[in-house]
């Protein structure tokens, strides 16, 4: 099982451009989260989406956006970077509510 | 909102002692799930032990075990016989009960626990 699958591990953005973080899974769950992790902190929601088609706003939603086109793709989309970005991005899944997440093993990007 | 706050940035304990983790959160809400997440230098975020808030016992996962105290909102990690391999950043982290919307996670700033031999 590959549960879910995070693309790319790494990356360098300049300030201004733009970039999408991929995010898959396989286990058909409903539930998709994209969480940021700064260094030394605890991990906030960005997105989530309840199903294909629904996503809402987490607690630092500002400068990120999210569709859900099918149930096991949720994309997060970066328009013009800034480095208050720079974080590791986590994405995850859960089959219903109050289940157990299944984490992507993150995404480290650095603005300069 | 909730909030969780965990008071100890850093900890370290000997091989084979007990270490135990404090965590306290702030909720207006009855119903709800906590969890205590380890975090490895690999970056990979695993679960350790969950804990249904409406379930008086205490949960147990081998080695780990909580605290949990509803009433002072406290929800403590304790690890025994402590291993190399217990070095990590520990996270405690709340979820609201299964009638609200969504169930998203409320983290808490983290514990670093590093394990001496």
């Known amino acids: 099982n590959a549960g879910v699958t995070q693309t790319p591990k790494f990356r360098i953005l300049k300030i201004g451009q733009s970039m999408t973080l991929q995010c898959t899974q396989d286990m058909n769950h409903n539930y998709m989260y994209w969480y940021r992790q700064d260094p030394g902190m605890g991990l906030k929601l960005i997105y989530y989406s309840v199903g294909a088609g629904i996503t809402d706003k987490g607690e630092v939603p500002n400068g990120y956006n999210v569709s859900r086109s099918t149930t096991e793709d949720f994309p997060l989309r970066l328009e013009l970077a800034a480095p208050s970005q720079t974080s590791v991005y986590f994405c995850?899944?859960?089959?219903?509510?109050?289940?157990?997440?299944?984490f992507g093993s993150g995404t480290r990007l650095t603005v300069v | 909102a909730q909030t969780v706050t965990q008071s100890q940035p850093e900890m370290s304990v000997q091989e084979a002692e007990t270490v135990t983790l404090s965590c306290t959160y702030d909720?207006?809400?009855?119903?709800?799930?906590l969890f205590w997440y380890k975090q490895p230098p690999s970056r990979q975020m695993i679960l350790v032990i969950r804990q249904e808030a409406y379930k008086q016992q205490n949960a147990t996962e081998n080695r780990f075990s909580v605290n949990f105290q509803k009433a002072a909102k406290s929800f403590s990690l304790k690890i025994s016989d402590s291993q190399l391999g217990d070095t990590a950043m520990y996270f405690c982290?709340?979820?609201?009960?299964?009638?609200?919307?969504?169930?998203?996670?409320?983290f808490g700033g983290g514990t670093r626990l590093m394990v001496k031999p």
């Open positions: 909720t207006s809400e009855s119903n709800y799930y």
């Open positions: 982290a709340f979820m609201r009960g299964i009638n609200n919307a969504g169930n998203m996670l409320t």
């Open positions: 995850a899944s859960t089959r219903d509510r109050a289940d157990v997440y299944t």
